[in-house]
């Protein structure tokens, strides 16, 4: 008798930090961060700065990108391929209305990673995973604070993606320990969280140890 192909057990849940939209303190926000990253396996870091100049980014990178490297965290630098590359990000991540996938892999290189933003959308998440992008990103699931939201996707994109294409997937948008157990049985192979980290009462670490728990125990 033949026997069934063994399927290997589907990798963890796991954690995709983003920073929020403004940081003032880039020197007090640096030891935060190596303080979160100490706390527990972090997958990613996204450097998300809104309304600031480029001078500001690439400062921020500057400052942020050895912290995260150095704890073998990888490096994405949101919207802007161009400053990417030139400050040594491992990857960036692009929205629909940024720098489109074909012009981030032109600037970034074939060994960068290159993420996508497809809302609640199947057809813009298998449009990304077949021109070669590294992750796909589904959301917001939940309110969030953090930047205004149109669309809501169900967890059920999530486990329809997981069934059917390689391409892993990000969820993004109000997770916090209390929800992210859901998308990661769901089907999430990263939940992407940012207020809930470093508004939590217990501080960064102690939000990144509660979020690593619950994303152990989900499976």
């Known amino acids: 008798m033949a026997r069934e192909p063994v399927v290997p057990p589907r990798p963890p849940c796991a954690l995709y930090l983003i920073t ?26 996204q450097i998300r700065l809104k309304d600031v100049d480029d001078a500001a980014i690439l400062a921020a990178v500057a400052a942020l990108r050895p912290v995260a490297q150095a704890r073998g965290v990888a490096v994405i630098l949101n919207d802007r391929p161009d400053l990417a590359a030139r400050s040594g990000c491992d990857g960036v991540h692009v929205g629909q209305s940024d720098a489109s996938y074909a012009e981030a892999r032109r600037t970034m290189g074939p060994d960068a990673m290159i993420g996508v933003t497809c809302h609640d959308s199947r057809e813009l998440a298998m449009d990304a995973a077949e021109a070669g992008a590294d992750y796909v990103a589904f959301g917001a699931f939940f309110p969030t604070s953090t930047k205004e939201t149109v669309h809501r996707p169900e967890p059920e994109i999530l486990t329809i993606w997981q069934e059917t294409v390689e391409t892993p997937c990000v969820a993004i948008g109000g997770i916090t320990a209390g929800n992210a157990a859901d998308l990661a049985r769901a089907g999430a192979d990263f939940v992407a969280v940012s207020a809930a980290v470093w508004t939590h009462p217990a501080g960064p670490a102690g939000a990144v140890r509660e979020l690593d728990q619950v994303l152990a125990a989900a499976f």
Request: charged letters at 10%; hydrophobic letters at 60%; a negative charge.
């Open 20 to 45: 929020p939209p403004a940081i003032p303190d880039l020197t007090a926000f640096a030891s935060l961060l190596g303080e979160a990253l100490d706390a527990g396996p972090v997958a990613a870091l």
